[in-house]
């Protein structure tokens, strides 16, 4: 409902002392207002959750993509998906999973010849900054993020099984942030007989999600880099907006 119309007051016939008491009054139920008006222009998804409880997590973007049945050996990609969850105001976590055709077990999982592998693109260039590889370590999964310039773990994240056929990845975005990224499966055992070794050679069963490109990401799904300089930005609007109402209450305007 629009309020009603006033004529502005003239301020300047009120003593200066009486003018300063009001104005400090009036400050920080003014501050709180243009906080609020700002944050909600300039990211209306985390100014609504600001409202929320610590455990109201809910789920601000998912992205879902298909594979054909078209690799041999029990890593045949059939569906990879993606999942931002804002905890609160400020922090995300972001989670991949990728499930296959046929069930597999964690010991499958070895690390270099039988293994999932995420390619994160991190600035959004060309090419990937980070890989993510999912182990088994004596029956426990773990994810390990690691340089794609260096090959050095930079870090561990949790990794957990939804199902016999899928893994799933979660972790804070400053870690699992990405512009876009790719799922990857290899699959090579002796003794297999279409992903073991023919005529002497190792033949290595690989399958690929998207088969060419990227799985481009949202906004809320990019590194806190990016959403640092949002967070400056906006910063600087809130103390620019009550400077000016600073300047137009002392002219006897109101906002």
Same mark, same amino acid.
């Given at each position: 409902?629009?309020?009603?119309?006033?004529?502005?007051?003239?301020?300047?016939?009120?003593?200066?002392?009486?003018?300063?008491?009001?104005?400090?009054?009036?400050?920080?139920?003014?501050?709180?207002?243009?906080?609020?008006?700002?944050?909600?222009?300039?990211?209306?998804?985390?100014?609504?959750?600001?409202?929320?409880?610590?455990?109201?997590?809910?789920?601000?973007?998912?992205?879902?993509?298909?594979?054909?049945?078209?690799?041999?050996?029990?890593?045949?990609?059939?569906?990879?998906?993606?999942?931002?969850?804002?905890?609160?105001?400020?922090?995300?976590?972001?989670?991949?999973?990728?499930?296959?055709?046929?069930?597999?077990?964690?010991?499958?999982?070895?690390? &270099?010849?039988?293994?999932?592998?995420?390619?994160?693109?991190?600035?959004? *260039? #060309?090419?990937? %900054? $980070?890989?993510?590889?999912? !182990?088994?370590?004596?029956?426990?999964?773990?994810?390990?993020?690691?340089?794609?310039?260096?090959?050095?773990?930079?870090?561990?994240?949790?990794?957990?099984?939804?199902?016999?056929?899928?893994?799933?990845?979660?972790?804070?975005?400053?870690?699992?942030?990405?512009?876009?990224?790719?799922?990857?499966?290899?699959?090579?055992?002796?003794?297999?007989?279409?992903?073991?070794?023919?005529?002497?050679?190792?033949?290595?069963?690989?399958?690929?999600?998207?088969?060419?490109?990227?799985?481009?990401?949202?906004?809320?799904?990019?590194?806190? &880099?990016?959403?640092?300089?949002?967070?400056?930005?906006?910063?600087?609007? *809130? #103390?620019?907006? %009550? $400077?000016?109402?600073?300047? !137009?209450?002392?002219?006897?305007?109101?906002?």
């Amino acid at each position: 409902m629009r309020s009603p119309h006033r004529t502005p007051r003239r301020l300047n016939r009120l003593p200066v002392r009486r003018l300063a008491r009001r104005l400090a009054t009036r400050s920080a139920a003014r501050t709180a207002a243009l906080v609020a008006l700002s944050a909600t222009l300039a990211t209306p998804a985390v100014a609504s959750a600001a409202t929320t409880g610590p455990d109201d997590r809910r789920p601000v973007i998912t992205g879902v993509a298909t594979d054909p049945d078209d690799v041999n050996g029990p890593l045949d990609i059939q569906r990879v998906r993606d999942r931002v969850v804002q905890v609160d105001r400020t922090h995300y976590l972001v989670s991949y999973r990728v499930r296959s055709y046929t069930p597999f077990a964690n010991a499958t999982l070895d690390g &270099t010849s039988r293994n999932f592998d995420l390619e994160l693109d991190r600035d959004g *260039e #060309a090419g990937s %900054e $980070r890989t993510v590889m999912v !182990l088994d370590d004596a029956g426990v999964l773990t994810a390990q993020i690691i340089s794609t310039a260096t090959r050095q773990v930079l870090a561990t994240v949790s990794a957990s099984r939804p199902n016999d056929r899928a893994l799933e990845i979660t972790g804070p975005r400053r870690l699992l942030g990405a512009h876009s990224y790719f799922w990857a499966s290899n699959y090579h055992a002796d003794g297999s007989a279409l992903c073991g070794t023919q005529d002497g050679v190792p033949i290595t069963c690989q399958d690929s999600v998207p088969d060419d490109g990227w799985l481009r990401l949202d906004r809320p799904a990019w590194p806190d &880099t990016d959403d640092r300089q949002a967070e400056w930005s906006r910063t600087g609007s *809130e #103390a620019r907006l %009550e $400077r000016i109402a600073l300047l !137009l209450e002392s002219r006897g305007l109101y906002i």
